[in-house]
């Protein structure tokens, strides 16, 4: 089965108090079982149902309430991105410190371990948490007593063994059940003949193993078809404009107009673009056309993670655009020509909280909405959409304020903000 959902599922059996226990050892007794009160249970599970609506369409199935939807065909997907992306900051000032502080050591390896592609500055922090979280887990849940030796399921021991697996076969995602799902589907659509199929199956298995080695080989053969509409506009390297776009020239307003007098010098009227297909297959959207849904028939994909100098920010994109900047020619000042660059009006996000990114061990990135912060960017620095999901937490500098908080999609390379974990 998925390990994500054999993790979650044990974690949850405990907060909640429902798994097997013998006398005397009851829950009433476990510091850990928070979630026994079905009040804070049930508040618990509308938050993450709140929630969900903030993570992008590109994340796949959102989670439903766990309280109300656990026992009623919960997938595993649901599973990773409630406890593996909400949970810890949804479970801050929930869950006892100690107890938040171990699970947020196994978020961040089973974050760092779900990549694509993982460097081995990862790989070595990954193998710390889990080695860390497995001796933590055991010393805060089993505390050594034969009553509980059922508490350290072989799910828990599974993890210390990622890193080294991952020197040996490459990252845990690229074979995990959902890939091999996936390829054993593939596999049986290509079967044609209803005779002899596993002599089909077999046969097919071998051709897909020829084809994946020639491009592996030769990646030019490898290159990935792009259907783009016909009104798109390819910007190159894997960039699209898509419309809608506005039908007619309009004149912006407000901190945008400012934003673009500043990066022209000049005021001009624009052509507002709603929405940005990236390389990875995502596609970025604008407050511009979000905002004229009603709130919950919309799957927020309008937060972005992009490079600057280097650095990563975070920002919500207001729309897209053309601009045409003039190039820079020393020779003739008088034959002036022009080049159409295409850019992102966005509204910056702070950095998040150094304490509470350092304490969570980097698994809750809490920011503010620096509303009075618009920039223009390159569309070309955008790497991902995100999801921003607002929250209220009491910061471990003991301000409390509106915030929030970063979910990334598992597969894709996560954000560092440049400290060291």
């Known amino acids: 089965m998925h390990l994500a959902q054999l993790l979650s599922d044990l974690l949850l059996s405990l907060w909640r108090g429902t798994i097997d226990h013998t006398a005397p050892d009851h829950p009433s007794t476990w510091p850990w079982a928070v979630f026994r009160d079905m009040n804070t249970w049930q508040a618990h599970g509308a938050a993450v149902a709140a929630a969900a609506q903030y993570l992008p369409g590109s994340f796949d199935r959102k989670p439903r309430n766990p309280a109300e939807k656990i026992n009623t065909g919960y997938k595993t997907w649901e599973f990773q991105m409630y406890i593996f992306g909400l949970g810890p900051a949804l479970l801050f000032n929930i869950l006892p410190q100690p107890y938040w502080l171990n699970y947020c050591r196994l978020v961040r390896g089973f974050r760092l371990i779900s990549q694509h592609s993982i460097s081995t500055a990862d790989l070595r922090a990954a193998h710390t948490c889990f080695v860390e979280w497995e001796l933590d887990f055991e010393l805060l849940y089993y505390q050594r007593r034969a009553e509980r030796l059922h508490f350290v399921r072989p799910c828990v021991h599974s993890v210390s063994h990622l890193a080294s697996e991952t020197l040996q076969k490459g990252p845990p995602i690229c074979y995990s059940q959902w890939t091999m799902e996936c390829t054993i589907g593939n596999l049986g659509q290509e079967i044609r003949q209803p005779s002899n199929p596993y002599a089909n ?80 297959g995502q596609t970025a959207r604008t407050v511009w056309r979000e905002t004229q849904k009603p709130a919950e028939q919309v799957r927020v994909s309008r937060n972005i993670k992009f490079l600057l100098d280097g650095e990563i920010h975070l920002a919500e994109v207001l729309y897209f655009t053309r601009l045409a900047v003039e190039d820079i020619n020393d020779d003739d000042e008088e034959d002036r020509t022009f080049h159409w660059q295409t850019v992102a009006l966005v509204t910056m996000y702070s950095h998040p909280d150094r304490e509470l990114l350092e304490l969570s061990h980097h698994t809750v990135s809490s920011c503010r909405l620096l509303v009075e912060d618009v920039r223009i960017i390159d569309v070309k620095s955008i790497t991902d959409v995100v999801g921003m999901v607002p929250h209220r937490p009491t910061l471990p500098s003991g301000t409390t304020e509106d915030r929030y908080f970063l979910v990334e999609k598992p597969g894709l390379d996560i954000a560092t903000f440049g400290l060291a974990y």
Do not use: F
């Open 201 to 280: 199956l077999s046969r097919e298995g071998v051709r897909r193993c020829q084809v994946n080695a020639l491009k592996a080989m030769i990646p030019e053969l490898d290159e990935p078809k792009r259907n783009l509409p016909q009104t798109a506009v390819d910007l190159g390297d894997g960039y699209a404009l898509l419309r809608k776009r506005d039908l007619y020239d309009v004149r912006p307003e407000g901190r945008a107009a400012q934003a673009i007098r500043e990066y022209l010098g000049v005021d001009v009227k624009i052509r507002r673009w709603a929405r940005v297909h990236l390389p990875n």
